[in-house]
């Protein structure tokens, strides 16, 4: 297991930021737990307690792996922590209605993920920009 890299303190506003044209951060380490609401709103879209639950996940995941989640992974930690019954792909969906892996992601600070035939949440390259 990677070491987790350190986020940075409080900064610039999400506006202030680099993102690309469809708001998604350019480099997840300028995110910061206090983007979140902001980023929601953007969204249209409120931060329940559910919908908190996987972007820590997704946030966690990436600062130990560098590298986010696969629907999989999510929705299999999940069941340890919903149960079976909430923790499924419909549920997702009803959680993140707008492109349910990628709305998540971009609260979270990832980077746009690529898209996968399974409708997973998508991957950031392993080096590059996305490290520091």
Same mark, same amino acid.
């Given at each position: 297991?990677? #070491?987790?890299? !350190?986020?940075?303190? !409080?900064?610039?506003? =999400?506006?202030? =930021? #680099?993102? @690309?044209?469809?708001?998604?951060?350019?480099?997840?380490? @300028?995110? *910061?737990?206090?983007? $979140?609401?902001?980023? !929601?709103?953007?969204? @249209?879209?409120?931060?329940t307690d559910? *919908?908190?639950?996987?972007? @820590?996940?997704? *946030?966690?995941?990436?600062?130990?792996?560098? $590298?986010v989640p696969e629907a999989r992974t999510v929705l299999k930690d999940m069941k340890g922590i919903w149960g079976p019954d909430r923790a499924t792909r419909a549920a997702r969906y009803k959680l993140f209605p707008r492109g349910n892996g990628q709305q998540a992601c971009k609260i979270a600070g990832m980077v746009k993920p690529r898209k996968r035939s399974l409708g997973g949440w998508g991957s950031l390259h392993r080096a590059g920009a996305c490290r520091r």
């Open positions: 297991m990677k #070491e987790k890299i !350190a986020m940075p303190q !409080a900064g610039l506003d =999400l506006d202030q =930021l #680099e993102r @690309d044209e469809e708001g998604f951060l350019l480099d997840p380490w @300028d995110w *910061r737990p206090d983007l $979140v609401e902001s980023f !929601a709103r953007e969204e @249209d879209f409120e931060v559910e *919908r908190r639950v996987i972007v @820590d996940y997704i *946030r966690d995941y990436f600062e130990t792996n560098q $590298v």
